[in-house]
């Protein structure tokens, strides 16, 4: 099956610092999704992004296809960011198969 | 709008007890699933329906059973619980094949 690689799997950030998430896969892609999970457990969504760029407030995304990576971007971290971010695809032609997910980066923002 | 809602959320059961998570959307998507989670990893797929009448195996099947009762709702059964299967489960739907996933809330499970 695909497989996915997230780096860094841990970084501390003081509150206001930058950082930019890696996600790695290893085939190609109909679908790449990167969640937050909060402290709580709940995995919100944040982008739906196969391909191209987006943005969301401080959020941001890029995904090339071509060379099977995508980064997220995270700028002038608060300490509500802080959580485990999961990067998750599903393969080219799987059509209805699930998504596989990375292991995950877990961000801590420090006051 | 709801969207994917899971019950119960917390459950504690002795091992070799019986029970099923229950999953519902009303997003009037064709396709559900769901994921365990255990610590410090990500989601694996247990078992998914991708449309009204069909379920298929994912990574993780063994020990669990599933049915798609109607469009809305999938649930997962544990026959014989056993403490390896302690983890947090998530349901999860889609609509079709280029559209994201949306996920329910989670059901923290612990068995003893």
């Not at chain 1, 998750?88 to 059509?95: I, N, P, S, T």
């Not at chain 2, 769901?34 to 195996?57: C, F, H, N, V």
Request: overall charge neutral; some cysteine.
């Amino acid at each position: 099956g695909i497989q996915v690689e997230q780096s860094p799997p841990d970084l501390i950030l003081q509150e206001g610092a930058n950082s930019t998430l890696r996600c790695n896969f290893s085939d190609s892609v109909n679908n790449l999704q990167w969640f937050h999970q909060n402290p709580w457990g709940q995995l919100i969504n944040l982008f739906y992004i196969p391909s191209g760029t987006k943005q969301n407030g401080r959020l941001s995304a890029t995904t090339v296809a071509t060379e099977r990576y995508s980064l997220l971007y995270i700028s002038s971290s608060q300490t509500t960011d802080s959580g485990v971010y999961f990067c998750a695809v599903e393969m080219l032609g799987g059509g209805a198969d699930g998504l596989t997910f990375g292991k995950g980066t877990h961000l801590i923002i420090q006051p | 709008n709801a969207g994917v809602t899971q019950t119960p959320k917390f459950q504690v059961l002795k091992t070799g007890q019986s029970m099923t998570l229950q999953c519902a959307q009303d997003m009037n998507h064709n396709s559900m699933y769901w994921y365990r989670q255990d610590p410090g990893m990500g989601l694996r797929l247990i078992y998914y329906s991708a449309s009204e009448g069909t379920t298929d195996k994912g990574e993780v099947p063994n020990g669990y059973n599933v049915s798609r009762l109607n469009k809305r709702e999938f649930s997962l059964r544990l026959e014989s619980a056993a403490p390896s299967q302690t983890s947090v489960y998530f349901c999860a739907s889609k609509t079709g094949t280029f559209y994201g996933y949306t996920f329910g809330s989670g059901t923290r499970l612990t068995v003893v």
